[in-house]
């Protein structure tokens, strides 16, 4: 059953999701989507039409046997943090109609605050009881709610079947960074502070808030992309090799780099709110909710000692971009004063997964002079006949397996408030951008030797 059923996420990722996985084969060939929210459509035919509109928006090539097959087996039931029993009986009735070995999926993809209700009313009502339960990010919106949330949740279920998606750790480009690691011999004894001389990982988006005013008006940009999407690719960039390539051993060093992590020095983070934000639909003409954020992170492991993550995210910047930088360090100036430039190996963390390694040659001729040299990995093209699934439908393929390994852990979850609350605690200035621009001023000298996009800074 899905919570926000009428909602975006739904409309732009979760049903293409459960077509494009239906259209593959990996559905069951008997299943049933209960949809759910406060407000009804005009009837379950209405709700029906809504989804078919929303699959020929967001699907090439839609292929109208699938797309029905799905749509049939679509229903609708309101309810809300009060009164969930008829939703209990739809379900139920689903249950009955599929037999005795039917799983239960729950998505909650509803606004943090009204979260922890709606968890009580699931186990009110039985739902829970069994159900394989999905939290949308963020997970609270601060460390004493987090705690809250996870009260509330314990009384229900247990961890095994809570799954916290992060829809960036469902990218190939992210799953990527632990193959590139741990795969080749060539790149994992660099990666190590003798080698690398910082670390950029670099989310820009050109998007305004189309349509989510309301939502970063409770939000903010740290809450919505920092203590989510930005720390979770720090952390498979950061993590030890796992003794076993599994969940469990992968979740337990990701949250070892969290507890590794210095508290955040508040002089080194830079707010920003691009000029134009508070007209926006439904933002406070006199908001100072912050739509860009620049910050250093230390990670006190041997491995990383010394050695500065810069992040940055924003809206209506100058590219749409999810970039990260392993800037090594440089060898002694005196050999080659003129160098191009530091070498890099850069991940695009896009749709199109590309990596990319920066160096200096020498350019042909008599003289001794070096020139940037640049090698090119696009797995897309190396691959052509590849179909990665896009982000959603493999954690939601994920969910459905009992596969927790690109899922958020409990303690991850309250370490990463431990490190954002005094930061939002901290009353800092929230400066202005010019959209289109790269951020406020004062970020643009946060990252050690400039930051690698735009690529001529």
């Not at 990722?13 to 949809?35: F, M, N, Q, S, T």
């Amino acid at each position: 059953m899905l919570f926000g059923a009428r909602g975006d996420l739904a409309r732009r990722k979760l049903y293409p999701g459960l077509y494009r996985l239906d259209a593959a084969g990996h559905l069951p060939e008997e299943y049933r989507v209960i949809g759910s929210g406060r407000h009804s459509p005009e009837s379950v035919d209405a709700f029906r039409d809504d989804v078919r509109e929303a699959l020929a928006k967001t699907v090439d090539e839609l292929d109208d046997a699938v797309a029905e097959r799905l749509l049939e087996r679509l229903d609708f039931c309101a309810s809300d943090a009060d009164d969930g029993q008829e939703l209990a009986d739809a379900v139920e009735a689903a249950a009955s109609q599929l037999g005795e070995d039917t799983r239960r999926l729950v998505y909650l993809s509803v606004p943090p605050a009204a979260m922890e209700p709606m968890i009580g009313m699931l186990g009110r009502t039985g739902i829970a009881d069994g159900a394989r339960i999905v939290l949308e990010k963020p997970f609270g919106t601060d460390l004493e709610s987090a705690r809250s949330l996870q009260s509330a949740l314990d009384e229900v279920t247990d961890e095994e079947h809570v799954f916290r998606i992060d829809h960036f750790l469902g990218k190939e480009a992210v799953q990527n960074i632990l193959a590139l690691r741990f795969a080749n011999g060539l790149l994992e004894p660099a990666w190590h502070r003798t080698h690398v001389e910082s670390v950029q990982i670099d989310v820009p988006e050109t998007l305004r808030m189309e349509g989510r005013g309301s939502f970063y008006e409770a939000t903010g940009c740290l809450r919505d992309m920092v203590s989510t999407h930005l720390f979770q690719v720090l952390g498979f960039v950061a993590l030890e090799p796992p003794v076993v390539f599994d969940a469990e051993s992968l979740r337990h060093e990701k949250s070892k780099v969290f507890q590794a992590v210095r508290p955040i020095d508040t002089d080194r983070v830079v707010l920003g709110q691009y000029d134009g934000y508070r007209d926006e639909d439904d933002v406070d003409p006199d908001s100072d909710v912050e739509t860009f954020v620049a910050l250093e992170v230390r990670v006190d492991t041997d491995r990383w000692q010394g050695v500065p993550f810069v992040l940055r995210t924003g809206k209506a910047l100058a590219e749409t971009r999810r970039t990260v930088t392993l800037r090594f360090r440089q060898p002694p100036e005196s050999r080659f004063p003129d160098r191009p430039g530091p070498d890099e190996l850069v991940l695009e963390l896009g749709d199109s997964p590309e990596v990319t390694v920066d160096l200096s040659a020498k350019r042909p001729g008599p003289a001794f002079d070096l020139v940037p040299a640049h090698l090119r990995l696009n797995l897309a093209e190396d691959d052509p006949d590849d179909q990665p699934l896009e982000a959603y439908e493999r954690l939601l393929l994920d969910v459905m397996h009992g596969d927790h390994m690109l899922f958020t852990r409990a303690d991850e979850v309250e370490r990463l408030w431990e490190l954002c609350d005094p930061v939002l605690a901290a009353d800092l200035d929230v400066e202005s951008y010019e959209p289109g621009s790269w951020g406020p001023e004062a970020a643009i000298d946060l990252a050690p030797g400039g930051w690698r996009l735009p690529e001529d800074a």
